[in-house]
């Protein structure tokens, strides 16, 4: 079976600094894709980035990246020069090869706070 | 707009009362889902349809049925609402390959009194 941990419940982040929110899965899937979503107050969910876990690089989108570190099985997204804009809840998801493709594994999510 | 439309966005519902939500997606996609979250929470899976003509339960399917009517639509149906039933509903969907995430819904409000 597969899963997702988001252990920062709620961040808070300065605006225009930097922040990292962490996501660590587990899987035995040798191939699966990872993701991060965000859910502004408004409620609708927001694909972010995407990282296939034999991408050789980071995915980069904008001022969004992705940490990936195989080994550690991490796939923290770091937002760069925070906007109030960023006030969301983010969640990260995973789905496998070969382990019921069909189905998207979340974490808890993450309420990040960006301060004036 | 190419997309997932979910009606209706809010609904108020008295305990026993019955509903469908309905979902319908333009892109083509085999698997379509329905997710419920709870305030603070994050997303249950309730039951999700991999192909036209085929369900399979998800985390939380006690009290739903579905039906995937043809490849573009899922509805989710709430046959007795019960209190515990109040929560945001979303409808996704997805394609075949594996970066495809999830395209979602706007989102159905549902409170039941």
């Known amino acids: 079976a597969q899963k997702i941990t988001q252990t920062q419940p709620g961040m808070f982040v300065q605006e225009k600094e930097a922040v990292t929110l962490d996501c660590t899965y587990d899987t035995s899937d040798p191939s699966y894709g990872l993701f991060w979503y965000k859910q502004p107050s408004s409620g609708e969910m927001i694909f972010l980035i995407y990282?296939?876990?034999?991408?050789?690089q980071n995915a980069t989108e904008g001022r969004y990246s992705l940490n990936f570190q195989k080994a550690r099985k991490s796939a923290n997204l770091v937002i760069s020069a925070s906007q109030l804009g960023d006030s969301a809840m983010y969640f990260c998801?995973?789905?496998?090869?070969?382990?019921?493709?069909?189905?998207?594994?979340f974490g808890s999510g993450t309420k990040l706070n960006v301060k004036p | 707009n190419a997309g997932v439309t979910q009606t209706p966005k809010f609904q108020v519902l008295k305990t026993g009362q019955s509903m469908t939500l309905q979902c319908a997606q333009d892109m083509n996609h085999n698997s379509m889902y329905w997710y419920r979250q709870d305030p603070g929470m994050g997303l249950r899976l309730i039951y999700y349809s991999a192909s036209e003509g085929t369900t399979d339960k998800g985390e939380v399917p006690n009290g739903y049925n579905v039906s995937r009517l043809n490849k573009r639509e899922f509805s989710l149906r709430l046959e007795s609402a019960a209190p515990s039933q109040t929560s945001v509903y979303f409808c996704a969907s997805s394609g075949d390959r594996l970066d495809y995430g999830y395209t979602f819904g706007s989102g159905t409000r549902l409170t039941v009194v």
């Open positions: 998801a995973m789905r496998g090869v070969r382990d019921n493709f069909n189905k998207f594994y």
């Open positions: 990282q296939g876990s034999y991408d050789q």
